[in-house]
């Protein structure tokens, strides 16, 4: 194009009155030229953003995964294509295009993926997802999944219902948490009002169990997966680095509640006070990136001054899933917020254990009430310092708005309304 151009040269040997046109004739086109490269940027900027950035630029997560797991059945059949839209609509992978795009450059390794079982992890990188899923050792062919957050006795169901195995002899078998493995260090500085309980020690995951295995050898298993994550995660050795949120605040001290177990002066965060938050947290969460959030509130709850705020009652957890696992635990239904109840009589019932708001249940409660994964574990020995005293899942997502105050809260919730969440 530029070619068509006469030279500066060639320009100079023109008569003037030529010269004077062909000047204007130059402006006019390099102008154009101008004009010409502006919409070839804006033009390229839009293909980018609308076509190359979609087809060649895949959307990707770094890392080996956020600790929710994930189990994915590859059917037998599937091309590269199909594990890898699976992949994206369980939220392994960001994108289907970078799980393709990895297969691609391992040598279409992607085409080796075996039918069966894979436990993974949401928020996978597509290189990590498809190392995982190549190695024959990661491949489960028979299994039972035990998904994050369910209850003991709602294990003992699922567990009963593939292999045969009596509920029963589930509920024998958990008569004596520390024969099936649990480290006795989990029941100390317990009040009169903790139990022993196998509660929040069946680790979640998927197992190859069948008829063949014992009650008894199957929760010794799931307890093994639990001490190998705790090791993996370093949960003990991080209690002693959660902070104090209230260090000038003893909730032992105050006449108007009773805080389980006595704290003697002392903020001391045992193991099973840690293992008691991760738990509400898989119960209350709908998100991981929130877990930490959700954990600090807890935390927040049981060690800040409630008198001085004057925001809840007592240094309680006030979760409406601990209400409803007394509940559950009891043989009765679980009840939705939603229910038209009295709900300040019954979160305050003073002869319910499981009463969440009731200053004489204030502190920690019997027990765990659910067996919690990784991420929700790691949570609760490592919050995320805020003020926090109140959240609701707020977005379709299952993510959380959080407030230091009632009156915010309130505005939270109206917000989760609007989007038809509560």
Not at 11 to 26: L, N, Q, V
Not at 67 to 93: K, P, R, Y
Not at 149 to 161: C, D, N, P, T
Request: aromatic share 12%; hydrophobic share 40%; with cysteine.
């Amino acid at each position: 194009m530029l070619g068509d151009f006469r030279t500066e040269d060639e320009r100079s040997a023109a008569p003037r009155s030529h010269r004077r046109k062909d000047s204007g004739k130059s402006l006019i086109a390099m102008t154009l030229v101008v004009a010409l490269f502006g919409v070839l940027g804006v033009g390229g900027w839009w293909a980018y953003n609308n076509v190359i950035k979609d087809y060649f630029v895949a959307e990707d997560f770094t890392g080996d995964g956020n600790g929710n797991q994930v189990v994915v059945t590859v059917e037998q059949g599937w091309l590269v294509s199909d594990i890898a839209s699976e992949l994206e609509t369980q939220g392994v992978v960001a994108s289907a295009k970078a799980f393709l795009n990895a297969s691609e450059d391992d040598g279409n390794s992607g085409q080796s993926i075996q039918p069966g079982t894979y436990a993974m992890e949401e928020e996978m990188s597509a290189a990590s997802a498809l190392a995982f899923m190549t190695d024959p050792a990661n491949l489960t062919l028979d299994h039972v999944v035990i998904p994050e957050g369910k209850r003991s006795f709602e294990v003992y169901e699922i567990l009963s219902a593939y292999t045969g195995v009596p509920i029963a002899d589930f509920e024998a078998a958990a008569q004596d948490p520390e024969a099936l493995g649990v480290d006795p260090i989990w029941f100390e500085g317990f009040s009169d009002r903790q139990v022993k309980s196998v509660e929040g020690f069946l680790f979640p995951s998927a197992y190859e169990f069948d008829e063949t295995w014992t009650a008894e050898a199957m929760l010794t298993e799931m307890v093994k997966r639990f001490n190998e994550t705790i090791d993996e995660i370093g949960f003990l050795d991080k209690l002693s680095s959660i902070q104090d949120p209230d260090p000038d605040y003893d909730p032992s001290a105050m006449e108007n509640q009773t805080f389980y177990p006595p704290t003697g002066g002392e903020f001391k965060i045992y193991p099973w006070m840690a293992l008691q938050i991760a738990s509400i947290v898989q119960s209350e969460s709908g998100i991981a990136t929130d877990d930490p959030k959700i954990a600090q509130v807890m935390y927040n709850k049981m060690y800040i001054n409630p008198y001085d705020h004057g925001q809840t009652n007592c240094n309680c957890f006030e979760s409406e899933a601990i209400w409803n696992y007394g509940r559950l635990l009891n043989g009765d239904d679980a009840i939705t917020s939603g229910e038209d109840i009295n709900w300040g009589e019954v979160m305050r019932d003073p002869d319910n254990p499981w009463s969440p708001s009731a200053p004489e249940h204030a502190g920690y409660l019997p027990s765990a009430i659910s067996n919690p994964g990784a991420a929700a574990l790691e949570s609760a020995v490592a919050p995320e310092a805020g003020d926090w005293l109140f959240f609701v899942t707020a977005y379709e997502d299952g993510s959380a708005l959080f407030a230091a105050t009632y009156e915010e809260h309130q505005a939270n919730i109206q917000i989760a309304e609007e989007n038809g969440i509560q």
